[in-house]
């Protein structure tokens, strides 16, 4: 049985309403979002491999535990947040992208790409089902994966669901799935993998100061 450890990152200078002109990837922590992070030391033990996505936030997220297990193995993996709109490089109000993210779940295409930096529902769920894979191909049995609330909840849904086809119906019940499903920043979900089984934990925060 292969146990994995899906963390959340701690807070974003985006998740903390900041101004930001940044690209997604190269969003920081706030001091907060590092204080979230070292509370991970409460509770983690030695693990066998430390996963991060691409993102900044992440690392930076994963950066206390690597300096308490300097001799764990690290890998990147792309487990990076679903970024489905294509965001103008200038900051944008959140009036303005809660009216995008509207449109887009409306639309229910789970191929559609909104442009230049964004990702289909399709490809999200690739990216799912090839964490999984990989996740089966490790000899480890403790894996630590520091990745975003929405791919998080991707994980989540795929689990629960068993599903495998990429429909517009499945998209609908998806977008319903995550709008129930909170994930705090610095947030732990407990998989337990064995075989063609996935046990899923509650969202474990208790951890954290001021989830």
């Known amino acids: 049985m292969i146990a994995v450890w899906l963390i959340r990152h701690g807070e974003s200078e985006s998740n903390a309403g900041l101004p930001t002109e940044k690209l997604t990837e ?3 922590l706030t001091p907060k979002g590092h204080r979230q992070a070292e509370s991970l030391l409460q509770v983690v033990t030695k693990p066998d491999l430390i996963v991060t996505s691409p993102y900044i936030r992440t690392k930076q997220t994963a950066q206390p535990i690597l300096a308490q297990f ?5 890998v990147e993996w792309q487990v990076q947040e679903f970024d489905y709109l294509s965001l103008p ?3 944008t109000s959140r009036s303005k992208i809660l009216e995008l993210c509207k449109a887009y779940w409306q639309q229910r295409d789970p191929f559609y790409v909104d442009g230049e930096g ?3 529902f ?6 799912v089902r090839q964490m999984f894979q990989q996740i089966r191909q490790l000899d480890g049995k403790q894996v630590l994966v ?3 609330a929405g791919f998080i909840r991707a ?4 689990a629960l669901t068993q599903q495998t086809e990429i429909t517009p119906k499945g998209m609908e019940r998806f977008c319903y799935f995550i709008q129930s499903m909170r994930i705090p920043n610095a947030a732990i979900v407990k998989l337990h993998i064995q075989d063609n089984e996935v046990f899923v934990s509650n969202v474990l925060t208790a951890h954290l100061q001021d989830p």
Do not use: G, I, Y
Request: charged content about 10%.
């Open 26 to 28: 190269f969003t920081q």
């Open 70 to 74: 300097p001799d764990c193995p690290q």
């Open 89 to 91: 490089p200038q900051t």
């Open 118 to 120: 964004a990702e289909s």
């Open 122 to 127: 399709a490809s999200l769920m690739h990216r």
């Open 146 to 148: 520091f990745s975003h």
């Open 155 to 158: 994980v989540l849904w795929s």
